[in-house]
């Protein structure tokens, strides 16, 4: 299994640009969520997903958006880049949304520059 | 207040030595607790869970204190390989995972 992977590694964007950063994973997990860490602030999450086609806000959803049409898939959207969203963005995935969520996989990130 | 709090160290400690962590969470309702270990410029990865009665994983011991709702993780016999920064996370009703900024170790030969 290759697990959760990201793409791209790094991008630089200048202020405007949209993007979408891609996530996949290989394990069939139902929960999948997006995360941003920034230096001091810890985790952050943006938007998750608790199966196929339904999606839900999480603590810093404004300028993203997301979208699950398969298990395996959960694309980030940036729509409109600010320096702001200059960050590290993780996703990870997980069998279940319950209290067993603990074993969240990750993936090894993107780094984004936003000029 | 944050949700969860970390002291960001750094914490410098020899080999062999024991060393703990201290978060505290402010949501009471809180359900799930965990430690997970990041390595420079890599993803996090789950150390271990919290339990009510404490739990031990090797030279890795955990606690947890609901009554003053915070959580410890104890490093005993510290190695090189210990280096790493160390994330406290709380799962909380929404079954949203909430992370601490993390405590950063850097354990010297």
């Known amino acids: 299994n290759a697990g959760v992977t990201q793409t791209p590694k790094f991008q630089v964007l200048k202020t405007g640009q949209s993007m979408t950063l891609q996530c996949a994973q290989d394990m069939n997990h139902e929960y999948m969520s997006w995360y941003r860490q920034d230096p001091g602030m810890g985790l952050r999450l943006i938007h998750y997903?608790?199966?196929?086609?339904?999606?839900d806000q999480g603590e810093v959803p404004n300028g993203y958006n997301v979208s699950r049409s398969t298990t395996e898939d959960f694309p980030l959207r940036l729509l409109s880049a600010a320096p702001s969203q200059t960050s590290v963005y993780f996703c990870a995935s997980s069998y279940s949304t319950g209290a067993s969520q603990e074993t969240q996989y990750f993936g090894p990130g993107t780094r984004l520059l936003v000029l | 207040r944050k949700e969860v709090e970390q002291d960001p160290g750094p914490f410098n400690v020899p080999e062999g030595a024991t060393v703990a962590f201290n978060c505290t969470y402010s949501?009471?309702?809180?359900?799930?607790f965990f430690w997970y270990r990041q390595d420079c410029r890599k993803e996090p990865k789950l150390l271990m869970s919290v339990y009510s009665s404490g739990n031990e994983d090797g030279r890795f011991t955990a606690q947890l204190n609901r009554a003053s709702q915070y959580i410890s993780l104890l490093i005993r016999d510290s190695k090189l390989s210990d280096s790493a920064t160390y994330l406290c996370?709380?799962?909380?009703?929404?079954?949203?995972?909430?992370f601490g900024g993390g405590t950063r170790l850097m354990v010297k030969p």
């Open positions: 949501n009471s309702a809180s359900q799930s």
């Open positions: 997903s608790v199966g196929a086609g339904i999606t």
């Open positions: 996370v709380v799962l909380n009703a929404g079954n949203m995972l909430t």
